[in-house]
Structure formats: structure tokens, C-alpha cells
């Protein structure tokens, strides 16, 4: 495996200046599915690339644990962040995790997203309305990142006027190591100022639904309860974070991807516009397709043997699900786009205990604004050349300049 350079696979610059690196991980699936890389400057991994595989380590939360670190960082990374500032459940195990995932969980059952349907058909309409009958834009900043912003931003309750505010937040997160978002060169004061004004901002909307509560995700938040003593602080403020920024990003990453992708695919474009009843196939096709959440890392409890070879307690094992989810034993034509794919057991939305808390919000989100944008869309193209946020968890389109023609709503 000589000939692979490990950090293809994870260096966040890597992926702003070359994308997904889709050869890589094709030749690992054929030659060497699961392998151990000792990068410089990023702590040593195992490469799970396998559909199989990833399913296994997912389905054994109790071995493989998120606790020790969710996504792979820079050893000088690491050692800053020895003490996390805040606590998501993300990176929790059990016993907590289930306690804490279950805080939040009814605001995304399949049946509290029904209620919101009218409010994102309204926002996805008025976003195309905006476009105007034909024009240039730079879909990412104008559509793609908008329409979950304004979504995530009405389920936690905060007013539209911050929306701005907490986008920039979101970019400079998940664009740390990008140079349109980063704040300044030392990326460990970077992360404490951010993170100081996430947290300054969300104490005060956590102080404001304990003195008066709502009918919104931040009240639940505010006043939850576990063991029948208040969350801390620490899981307040992650809890906020979490759904903020996960239920943001990377739905732009599929609503951005997704339109990219339909463009190299014209056939499906038609597809879908003749066809709006394939929208559920087709949301799920277009995050297998593009899979926003390119990883997850998981820690080694104890040895393990997978594949023939020794894991060893605390060995850290890289889930690459965008890989998997082209894996040609599990999927038909694993390259090509076809939004009518199903059953489709992609692994986009992660699986097991950790499985997406929003995916059912993802894909209503994503597929009204789809069904609203083929729906009208008599015709799109490219003016220059897309870029790519420089992440190796959510490395998802930041500007994709179109020329467009839209009919008006019906
Ligand atoms: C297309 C959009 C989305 C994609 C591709 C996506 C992907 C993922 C993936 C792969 C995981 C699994 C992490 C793991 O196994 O360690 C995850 C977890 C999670 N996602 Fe999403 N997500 C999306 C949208 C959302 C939305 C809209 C929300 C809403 C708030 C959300 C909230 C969460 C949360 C809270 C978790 C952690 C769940 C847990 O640890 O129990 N995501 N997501």
C-alpha cells in the first residue's frame, strides 16, 4: 500500500484542493479494505472502507466507543483539546448516551417532522422565488446554505435576525482549516474565541426559556432533566451546538452536492422533474452519492480481531462511510447516479446507536427543496469552477456559481 498517501484519506487541505479521494479508497476496497496508516503530524488509524465493516464496528457501540474522539485531528489538535469545552452526544457511550440522545429525540420522530412541512415549503419556495425567472448565482451561500440554516434556526427557536450570526459560527466550525473561514493562523485560539461565542450566545437563549419556556427545541434543552437533576452545562451548550451545526452543514452539503451532481447527471434532472414522486429514492440516492458526513472515528476498547487482523485497545479506526457507500459489493453501478436506487442501504446517515438523530428532517428538508427546485428549473449550468470547504468530516461545496432558467410558481 505503499503507493497510498494517508493523508488523501484525511488531511482537510487534501480535500479542499482535491475532493473525495475516490481512487484511493476504491483501491484500498480492492487491495487492502482495512489498513493501518502512521501519518505524520495525525495520529496513527485503521482505514475502514468496507460497507461490511463499518456496519460491524457501528453495531458494537460498547468495543468501539465515540468517547476518545469522534472525527480524526492533527496530534497538535488533540493534545489542545485534551479538555473538551463542551460535550455533545456525539461523543458520548453508554450509559449516557442513550439518556442524553433521548432528550431531544421526539422533535425528530417522522411525525413531529410532518409539522414543520408547511414551513419548509414555504422557505423553499420563497428561496426559488428570490432567484428570480433566470439569473447567475452562486447557489452554496444563496440557496444550499439558507434553507436548512432557516429550518434548524425555527425548530430551536432562535429569531431569523441571528441567522447570520450563527452561519458564520458554523462556517468557521466546519471551516477551521479553511482559509475563506478560518479566523486567524493559530487555529487553537481560533476554537477558543469561537467556541466562547457559542457559548456566550446560547447561555443567554438557555437563560431565556428557563425563565420562560416555548414551544421550541431550545426550551427542551433549557429545562431537560436527567436522573431528575438539571443537565449541566456542558451538555446544554453541546446540545445546542450539535443540532445547530449538525442539522446545518450538512444538509447544505447534500442540497449543494446534490445539485452538482444532477448537473454532471442531466438524465436524472429530467428524471426527477418528470417524475416528483421518486423525491424519498432520490434524497437517500443523493447522500449515498455524496455522503456530507465523509467519517466518523471510533477508539478500540479492547483488542478485536477484523478481517484477519489484531485491533488493539485504543487502536482508532476511521469509518469512511463516503467510501462505503460505493462499495460494488453492496451497491449495483456503485458510480453512477440513479435516483430511483432502491432498496439502497447507504451508509450516509451513519448506523446503529449513533444513527443520524436528524435524518428524517434531513430528508424532508432536502427533498421539499429539491421538489421545488426540479419542479422549476427549466435550465442550469456552471459559470466557473465549484470549491470545496478544506474538512475532512463535512468537505462539502462551498461555491458553486450557476446560470439558471425558472419558471414561476405554479
Ligand atoms: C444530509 C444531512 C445529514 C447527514 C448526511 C448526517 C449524517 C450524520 C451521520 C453520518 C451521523 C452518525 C455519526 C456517528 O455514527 O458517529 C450523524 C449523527 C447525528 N446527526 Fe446527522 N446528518 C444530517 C443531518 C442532520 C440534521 C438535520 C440534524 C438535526 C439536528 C442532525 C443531527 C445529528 C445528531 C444530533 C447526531 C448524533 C447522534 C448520536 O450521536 O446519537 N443531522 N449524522
Known amino acids: 500500500m505503499s503507493a497510498i498517501d494517508p493523508l488523501d484519506l484525511i488531511d482537510p487541505q487534501s480535500y479542499g484542493r482535491k475532493g473525495y479521494p475516490w481512487q484511493a479508497w476504491a483501491r484500498l476496497r480492492r487491495e487492502a479494505p482495512l489498513e493501518h496508516f502512521e501519518p505524520?503530524?495525525?495520529?496513527?488509524?485503521?482505514?475502514?472502507?468496507?460497507?461490511?465493516?463499518?456496519?460491524?464496528?457501528?453495531?458494537?457501540?460498547?468495543?468501539f466507543l465515540n468517547g476518545p474522539g469522534m472525527t480524526i485531528a492533527r496530534n497538535q489538535d488533540l493534545e489542545a483539546n485534551a479538555a473538551p469545552p463542551i460535550r455533545t452526544i456525539i461523543n458520548m457511550d453508554a450509559p449516557d448516551h442513550r439518556q442524553f440522545r433521548g432528550i431531544a429525540s421526539a422533535y425528530f420522530t417522522p411525525r413531529a417532522v410532518a409539522k414543520l412541512q408547511p414551513l419548509v415549503e414555504k422557505t423553499a419556495r420563497d428561496l426559488v422565488d428570490e432567484l428570480g425567472r433566470e439569473g447567475e448565482c452562486d447557489f452554496i451561500p444563496q440557496v444550499a446554505s439558507i434553507?436548512?440554516?432557516?429550518?434548524?434556526?425555527?425548530?430551536?427557536?432562535v429569531p431569523e435576525s441571528d441567522e447570520p450570526f450563527i452561519l458564520?459560527?458554523?462556517?468557521?466550525?466546519?471551516g477551521s482549516e479553511d482559509p475563506e473561514f478560518q479566523r486567524g493562523e493559530d487555529r487553537q485560539e481560533n476554537m477558543r474565541t469561537l467556541f466562547a461565542e457559542f457559548w456566550g450566545y446560547f447561555t443567554k437563549v438557555i437563560e431565556s426559556r428557563r425563565k420562560q419556556p416555548r414551544d421550541d427545541l431550545a426550551s427542551v434543552i433549557a429545562n431537560a432533566r436527567i436522573d431528575g437533576?438539571?443537565?449541566?452545562?456542558?451538555?446544554?451548550?453541546?446540545?445546542?451546538?450539535?443540532?445547530?451545526?449538525?442539522?446545518?452543514?450538512?444538509?447544505?452539503?447534500?442540497?449543494?452536492g446534490g445539485l452538482d451532481?444532477?448537473?454532471?447527471?442531466?438524465?436524472?434532472?429530467d428524471r426527477w422533474r418528470r417524475d416528483p414522486g421518486i423525491t424519498p429514492h432520490a434524497i437517500d440516492e443523493i447522500v449515498r452519492y455524496v455522503t456530507p458526513v465523509n467519517h466518523m472515528m471510533r477508539t478500540a476498547s479492547r483488542d478485536y480481531t477484523l478481517r484477519g487482523k489484531k485491533i488493539r485497545e485504543g487502536d482508532?479506526?476511521?469509518?469512511?462511510?463516503?467510501?462505503?457507500?460505493?462499495?460494488?459489493?453492496?451497491?449495483?453501478?456503485?458510480?453512477?447516479l440513479d435516483l430511483g436506487r432502491h432498496p439502497n442501504r447507504h451508509?450516509?446517515?451513519?448506523?446503529?446507536?449513533?444513527?443520524?438523530?436528524?435524518?428524517?428532517?434531513?430528508?424532508?428538508?432536502?427533498?421539499?427543496?429539491?421538489?421545488?427546485?426540479?419542479?422549476?428549473?427549466?435550465s442550469v449550468e456552471r459559470t466557473g469552477p465549484s470549491e470545496r470547504t478544506a474538512s475532512n468530516l463535512v468537505p462539502g461545496l462551498k461555491h458553486l456559481p450557476i446560470r439558471y432558467r425558472i419558471a414561476p410558481a405554479a
Not at 482508532?316 to 453512477?336: I, K, Q, T
Request: aromatic letters at 10%; hydrophobic letters at 40%.
Open 40 to 63: 505524520e503530524g495525525f495520529p496513527a488509524f485503521w482505514a475502514v472502507t468496507k460497507h461490511a465493516d463499518v456496519v460491524e464496528i457501528s453495531k458494537q457501540p460498547e468495543i
Open 147 to 157: 434553507h436548512p440554516l432557516k429550518i434548524i434556526a425555527r425548530i430551536l427557536g
Open 168 to 174: 458564520k459560527l458554523t462556517n468557521e466550525l466546519f
Open 229 to 256: 437533576q438539571p443537565m449541566g452545562d456542558l451538555e446544554t451548550m453541546g446540545y445546542c451546538l450539535i443540532t445547530f451545526t449538525a442539522g446545518h452543514e450538512t444538509t447544505r452539503g447534500s442540497i449543494g
Open 261 to 269: 451532481v444532477l448537473m454532471d447527471n442531466p438524465d436524472q434532472l
Open 316 to 336: 482508532h479506526l476511521v469509518l469512511f462511510y463516503a467510501s462505503a457507500n460505493r462499495d460494488e459489493e453492496v451497491f449495483e453501478r456503485p458510480d453512477a
Open 347 to 378: 451508509l450516509g446517515f451513519g448506523i446503529g446507536e449513533h444513527f443520524c438523530l436528524g435524518a428524517n428532517l434531513a430528508r424532508m428538508t432536502s427533498g421539499t427543496l429539491f421538489r421545488e427546485l426540479t419542479g422549476r428549473l427549466e
